[in-house]
C-alpha cells in the first residue's frame, strides 16, 4: 500500500463517481427488489429501496450531456446544470437550497459526457418536497440575462481552477481531443475557453426547452421508501408536466477506423516527475457485442487495477523502475469509450523504460491471455465488491442512473456479476489482442521542462 | 470523493467541491467506505421521525483491558473496524520527518512469517480491505472484513499491527514511491504554497512539518527506526478502537485480545507542545497562473471549549458546506468570482483554526480578498439573524446522520472520533440538545472573539501589479 503514491491515478481518473461496473441489488428477501415503470408522460422512474436507515437519495437525471451539445455551443451542457439552481416562477433563487439545508440535507449536481444529474439526500419525510422543487425547476425556470452573466463567471472560474491551473489536466484534455477524432467525447465537459465565454441566454434557452423534458429524464429514488409511495408521488408532481416534443435517436458521429500512433506531449515548468498514459478506443457497455465489455472490465483489473495487477507487480514490485502503473476502463459510457494504461517513473529510471515494460506487459497478454487464477481472483474481487461496494445508497442510485442514461436498462445492473462470472479467459485475450494495438493508441505525455528535448 | 482537477474522461463536473473536510470537530480523516448500515440511530437526532429499532452503541472492554465501541448489526454480512494509535506525525523525530507516513505504507508488506507477497495473496484470498494512515495527532487503521472470513481476516489484522517485518525490500520501495510522489510535487505552486503557509502559521512546530517528509528526510529512514516507532506508538494505553457490523460483544473481547493483546501496555510519545496559529501576517506566493488562491486564517475552538457549538453554528453560516453559507453567496452567487468559497474549523489536537479559502481570476482578487473581508468584519461586528441561526441549527441536528452515519465505515470513524474527543457513549441523544442550546447571543461572541482578530493571509498568484496590467 502506498500512502503517497496515488497521485497519478488520481489526476487521471478525476472524480470517479460512476466509472466501477454496476453492482449487484441487495438480495434480501423484504429488502432491495428494484422497481421500474414509465409515468405517463414518459418520465422513467427506478425505485432501490434500502430500510437500514431513515435516509433517502433522491436523482434526476437527464440524457443529456456534453456530447450532445451543438457544435460551438462547448460547455452548455454543464453550464446549464449550474443554471437549474436560479430562480423559477414559483420559487426564489436559494429557496431550494434552504429547504434541503433546513432538514440536514445535502444536494449538489454534476455533468458528464451522456447526463447531466441533480440529487438531494434527506429524511423520507422531504421525498414529496423534493420532488416538487425539482419538478418545478424541470420547466420553470427563469432565466434572464443578469444571470446567466453572473453564473457564466463562475464555470470560467471553475475551468480556471480545474483545468487551466492543472497541467495534468490541460493535457488530459488534448489527449481526448486526439484520442477521438470524430466522437463529440473529444470536447471537453467544461467546454472551451473561448466558447465558453460566449454562452448566452438564448443559447440556454434553447438547451433548457429540447432537453429539460420529463420524456428525457429518469428519476431514481433509493433509500427508506416504498416503491407504492414513491409512485404515487411522482404522479402527483413530476405526472403533472406535460411531455416534450420527441427527441431523436441519441445518434452521434463516431470514430473512423484509427490507421496511426499518435502522440500528444505538453512540457510544463510545474511538473517534476514526468509520466505518460496510452488510450484506445474500445466499446463500451451500451455498445459492445455481449460479453465483451465484461471482458474489458475483467482485462483492465487484471492488467492494471490493483497492487495484485500485473503492471504494479512487474513495474513497481519487480523491476522497480515505477513508481505507479496502472490500466483503467470506463465502461459506463452511451458511445465507444477509452481503455487506458498508464504510468510514471521512480528513481533513475527513464519514462523511456516504464512505457517500454507496460508495453510489454500489454503485448504479453494479448498474445498469452491470462491465467485461470488471475481471472478467478478478478471475478472474486467484483463480486465481492458487490457487498463491499453496497456503499452508501446514493451510489447505488448512480449506478442506475448512469446506466440507464447510457442506454442501459435496470436488468442490465442485475444480470453483470452473472456476465462477469461467464467470462472465459480465451475471451479476456481476445479483446486484448483485438483492441489494444500499439500502432493504433493515443498516447499523451507530461514532461517536466529540463526534459523538452528527450 | 476525489476531486482532482483534470480533465479526464468521463468525469463528471460537480456543481461544487463536496465537503467532505467539512464535519464539525476534528477535519474527516476517512476516505468514507462503502456499505450502508441500518441506522435507526438517527430516531435519536430526529426526534421527529419514529423508531423503528433501536441501534445501540456498546462499549465493550476486553480481559486484558482494550475498550472498544461496538454497533452490532447483521443486516450486511460485514465486519468493518477502525483503530487509532494516539502520536501520528508529530512523532517524527526531528530530521526523520515522513517516518510515520512510511511506516503507514508497510504494514501489509510482510508480517509474521509471511513476506510481502505472500501476505498479500493471503489478503486477496480472504477478501479484506486493510489500510493505514498517518495524521497528525495519530496513526490510524481500518480493515473490512466479510463476516464469513472473520476469523482469518482478523488474523492477519494481528500479524499487521504486532509483528510487521519492515523488510528491507518493500521498505526501499515504499520510500522510492513516497519520494517519487514528493518530487512530482515539488514544482507545483499550490503544494510549494502549502508548505509556506504552514510554516508561517506553525513556525517550528511539527505541524508545520510536510507529513511524508522531505527528500532528506525520508532517506535516512532505516528498518531500526521503523521498529522504534512502532514499538513507541503501537501500544494499548494509546489505543482507541470502533467496530460496526456482524459480530457480537463477547466474539469482540476475544478478537481484541487476539489483535492488540500482544502490544506493549505503554506508549513512549515525545511531548507536542500547544500551539497557536501566527496571525497578522501576509504571504505572497508569485506564480504566472491563471487564478490566485487566497487563504485566510483565524483564531478557532477546541472542541471541549464551551462555546464550540456557538463556532460551529458562526463558522457554518459563514462559510459552511450547505449552498446557502454568506461567503457562497457573497463570493459566488452574487459576484461569479470564485467557483469555491468556504470556511473551515480546523481542529487538530493541539491547535485550532478558522480558515477560509477561495480562487479568483489574477484581475480580480484584490476585490475578492476585499469581498471576503467585508463578510466577516460584517459577521464579527453583527453576527448572523435569528433566522440564520434557527435554519443552521436544523441543518447541523439533520445533517449529522446523513453525513456520518451513512456507512459502517462512517459509523465506525464517528465512533472513534466521539471517544478521540471523549464526548461519551451517550453524545448522539445528547447533541441536538446541545445545539438547541446555544443561543444567538452566544453565536455572535464567537463571531466577535474569532474574527476580530487580523488573520494571516496568503495570495497565490501572478504578481498583483502585472495582472492588473493585463
Redesign the interface.
Given at each position: 500500500m502506498t500512502p503517497q503514491a496515488e497521485w497519478l491515478r488520481g489526476t487521471l481518473l478525476a472524480l470517479a463517481l460512476v466509472m466501477t461496473g454496476p453492482v449487484l441489488a441487495d438480495n434480501k428477501p423484504d429488502d432491495g427488489k428494484v422497481t421500474n415503470f414509465l409515468l405517463d408522460n414518459g418520465m422513467e422512474v427506478v425505485v432501490i429501496p434500502d430500510h437500514r436507515a431513515p435516509i433517502v437519495t433522491h436523482m434526476v437525471w437527464y440524457k443529456i450531456g456534453s456530447a450532445d451539445e451543438p457544435p460551438g455551443k462547448s460547455g452548455i451542457a454543464h453550464f446549464f446544470e449550474h443554471l437549474m439552481f436560479k430562480a423559477t416562477t414559483n420559487h426564489a433563487a436559494g429557496a431550494f437550497d434552504r429547504a434541503v439545508s433546513a432538514i440536514g440535507g445535502s444536494n449538489n449536481a454534476f455533468t458528464s459526457y451522456d447526463y447531466t444529474a441533480f440529487y438531494e439526500t434527506v429524511v423520507p419525510q422531504a421525498l414529496e418536497q423534493m420532488m416538487d422543487f425539482e419538478a418545478d425547476r424541470m420547466r420553470n425556470l427563469i432565466l434572464n440575462d443578469n444571470v446567466i452573466a453572473t453564473e457564466r463567471d463562475v464555470i470560467l472560474e471553475e475551468r480556471r481552477s480545474r483545468i487551466d491551473s492543472n497541467p495534468q489536466a490541460v493535457l488530459g484534455e488534448e489527449v481526448d481531443a486526439t484520442l477521438w477524432q470524430n466522437q463529440p467525447y473529444r470536447i471537453p465537459v467544461i467546454g472551451w475557453m473561448q466558447e465558453m465565454e460566449k454562452l448566452n441566454r438564448a443559447d440556454a434557452k434553447a438547451f433548457y426547452d429540447k432537453y429539460y423534458t420529463p420524456n428525457n429524464a429518469v428519476l431514481v429514488v433509493a433509500g427508506d421508501v416504498d416503491p407504492e409511495v414513491v409512485k404515487a408521488l411522482a404522479e402527483k408532481t413530476y405526472g403533472k408536466i406535460a411531455r416534450g416534443p420527441d427527441l431523436p435517436p441519441r445518434v452521434r458521429p463516431v470514430e473512423p477506423e484509427q490507421n496511426t500512433r499518435r502522440t500528444v506531449t505538453l512540457t510544463d515548468a510545474r511538473v517534476s516527475v514526468p509520466n505518460f498514459s496510452t488510450q484506445w478506443v474500445v466499446p463500451s457497455y451500451h455498445t459492445a457485442k455481449p460479453g465483451e465489455a465484461e471482458a474489458l472490465d475483467l482485462l483492465a483489473e487484471i492488467l492494471g487495477g490493483g497492487s495484485r495487477s500485473r503492471l504494479y507487480q512487474q513495474l513497481v514490485v519487480k523491476q522497480g523502475i515505477a513508481a505507479e502503473a496502472g490500466a483503467f476502463f470506463q465502461g459506463t459510457m452511451l458511445d465507444a469509450t477509452n481503455f487506458t494504461v498508464y504510468g510514471a517513473p521512480r528513481g533513475d529510471a527513464k519514462l523511456a523504460d516504464v512505457q517500454a515494460a507496460v508495453e510489454a506487459e500489454v503485448a504479453r497478454i494479448a498474445k498469452d491471455g491470462v491465467t485461470s487464477g488471475e481471472l478467478e481472483k478478478a471475478k472474486d474481487r467484483f463480486v465481492r465488491s458487490m457487498i463491499f461496494a453496497r456503499d452508501k445508497q446514493d451510489s447505488m442510485a448512480n449506478i442506475y442512473g448512469a446506466t440507464l442514461a447510457t442506454g442501459g436498462s435496470v436488468r442490465d445492473v442485475e444480470e453483470w456479476p452473472g456476465r462477469i462470472r461467464k467470462v472465459t479467459a480465451d475471451e479476456v485475450r481476445d479483446v486484448a489482442a483485438r483492441y489494444l494495438n500499439l500502432n493504433h493508441s493515443t498516447s499523451g505525455y507530461l514532461l517536466p521542462q529540463t526534459q523538452a528535448g528527450n | 470523493?476525489?476531486?482532482?482537477?483534470?480533465?479526464?474522461?468521463?468525469?463528471?463536473?460537480?456543481?461544487?467541491f463536496?465537503s467532505s473536510t467539512r464535519r464539525e470537530g476534528r477535519a474527516a480523516r476517512v476516505a468514507?467506505?462503502?456499505?450502508?448500515?441500518?441506522?435507526?440511530l438517527?430516531?435519536l437526532v430526529?426526534p421527529?421521525?419514529s423508531a423503528?429499532a433501536a441501534m445501540s452503541i456498546q462499549e465493550v472492554t476486553s480481559s486484558k483491558g482494550i475498550t472498544a465501541w461496538l454497533v452490532e448489526d447483521y443486516?450486511?454480512?460485514?465486519v468493518a473496524i477502525r483503530f487509532v494509535f494516539d502520536g501520528g506525525t508529530t512523532q517524527d523525530p526531528a530530521g526523520k520527518e515522513g517516518l510515520a507516513?512510511?511506516m503507514?505504507?508497510l504494514?501489509?508488506?510482510g508480517a509474521g512469517n509471511l513476506d510481502?507477497e505472500a501476505f498479500?495473496?493471503k489478503l486477496?484470498d480472504v477478501?479484506a480491505?486493510?489500510?493505514?494512515?498517518?495524521s497528525r495527532d495519530g496513526t490510524y487503521g481500518s480493515m473490512?472484513m466479510?463476516a464469513e472470513q472473520r476469523d482469518s481476516a482478523f488474523d492477519l489484522l494481528r500479524l499487521a499491527v504486532t509483528e510487521p517485518r519492515f523488510d528491507q525490500a518493500p521498505i526501499d520501495?515504499?520510500r522510492?514511491?513516497?519520494?517519487?510522489?514528493?518530487?512530482?510535487?515539488?514544482?507545483?505552486?499550490d503544494t510549494v504554497a502549502q508548505r509556506k503557509w504552514l510554516e508561517a502559521l506553525y513556525g517550528t512546530h511539527p505541524y508545520a512539518r510536510p507529513d511524508?517528509g522531505t527528500r532528506q528526510s525520508i532517506a535516512t529512514i532505516t528498518a531500526g527506526d521503523l521498529i522504534a516507532f512502532h514499538k513507541a506508538n503501537f501500544a494499548r494505553d494509546g489505543l482507541h478502537v470502533a467496530v460496526v457490523g456482524a459480530i457480537d460483544a463477547e466474539t469482540l473481547k476475544k478478537k481484541l485480545d487476539m489483535v492488540f493483546g500482544g502490544l506493549p501496555e505503554h506508549q513512549a510519545l515525545a511531548p507536542v507542545a500547544d500551539v497557536d496559529p501566527k496571525l497578522n501576517q501576509q504571504i505572497e506566493v508569485n506564480y504566472d497562473?491563471?487564478?490566485t488562491s487566497l487563504q485566510l486564517a483565524y483564531p478557532g475552538v477546541k472542541r471541549s471549549a464551551p462555546d464550540f457549538f456557538a463556532a460551529v453554528l458562526m463558522n457554518e453560516i459563514l462559510g459552511g458546506?450547505?449552498?446557502?453559507s454568506r461567503l457562497f453567496?457573497e463570493v459566488?452567487?452574487?459576484?461569479?468570482?470564485?467557483?469555491?468559497a468556504s470556511s473551515d474549523l480546523v481542529d487538530y489536537q493541539h491547535a485550532n483554526a478558522l480558515a477560509i479559502a477561495t480562487?479568483?481570476?489574477a484581475d480580480r482578487a484584490a476585490e475578492t480578498l476585499a469581498v471576503v473581508r467585508e463578510v466577516v468584519r460584517r459577521m464579527a461586528q453583527e453576527g448572523p439573524t435569528e433566522a440564520e441561526l434557527a435554519?443552521?441549527k436544523?441543518?447541523?441536528?439533520?445533517?449529522?446522520?446523513?453525513?456520518n452515519?451513512?456507512?459502517s465505515g462512517?459509523i465506525a470513524a464517528t465512533l472513534l472520533e466521539l471517544q478521540l474527543d471523549k464526548l461519551g457513549i451517550d453524545y448522539m441523544q445528547r447533541r441536538a440538545a446541545l445545539i438547541n442550546a446555544v443561543t444567538l447571543d452566544q453565536v455572535k461572541a464567537a463571531a466577535k472573539k474569532l474574527l476580530s482578530a487580523e488573520p494571516a493571509i496568503m495570495i497565490v498568484g501572478p504578481k498583483v501589479g502585472e495582472a492588473e496590467k493585463e
Open positions: - | 470523493m476525489r476531486n482532482q482537477l483534470s480533465g479526464a474522461s468521463a468525469s463528471p463536473l460537480v456543481r461544487d463536496p468514507t467506505p462503502l456499505v450502508t448500515l441500518f441506522l435507526s438517527l430516531f430526529l421527529a421521525l423503528r443486516s450486511v454480512p460485514l507516513n512510511l503507514s505504507g504494514f501489509d508488506e510481502s498479500q495473496i486477496d477478501g480491505e486493510m489500510s493505514f494512515e498517518a473490512r466479510l520501495r515504499i522510492a514511491q513516497v519520494l517519487s510522489g514528493i518530487i512530482a510535487n515539488e514544482l507545483d505552486p511524508q497562473q491563471p487564478q458546506s450547505a449552498f446557502t453567496n459566488r452567487e452574487k459576484r461569479g468570482l470564485a467557483y469555491s480562487a479568483t481570476r435554519a443552521t436544523k441543518y447541523l441536528i439533520g445533517a449529522y446522520a446523513i453525513n452515519l451513512n456507512s462512517a
